[in-house]
């Protein structure tokens, strides 16, 4: 994990990290091999930065928490997924902008 902000979620603390946050929680699938992913780290990065203490940011290894990324029906990687209350607020698939994810956050009021 590159930053202090981003937490690492797994098949056995997804529910409690994530669907019983109080904060929105933004989840972001990957996997240690795909090239797509690695580029979106520093996007990552920079919002667990600047959401820290608004919104939890995470990140779900998809090879190691099979269980969570067959929920979330995760068919393409990289997906980031944002948690609002438990539920899907939004769900990105691919590399997105920094902007999109910070207006899907400030959406969210």
Partial sequence: ?????????????????????EQPVLVDFWA????????LAPTIDKIAEAYAG???VGKVD???NREVAMK???SAIPTVILFKNG???QKF??????????EAIDSLG
Avoid: H
Wanted: aromatic share 10%; charged share 30%.
């Fill in 87 to 89: 539920q899907v607020a």
């Fill in 54 to 56: 608004k919104v939890k």
């Fill in 1 to 21: 994990m590159a930053s202090k902000n981003v937490v690492e979620f797994t098949d056995t603390n997804f529910e409690t990290e994530v669907l019983k946050s």
């Fill in 72 to 74: 979330y029906q995760i």
């Fill in 93 to 102: 698939v691919g590399m997105k902008q920094e902007k999109e994810f910070k």
């Fill in 62 to 64: 998809t090879d190691s």
């Fill in 32 to 39: 240690e091999w795909c090239m797509p992913c690695r580029m």
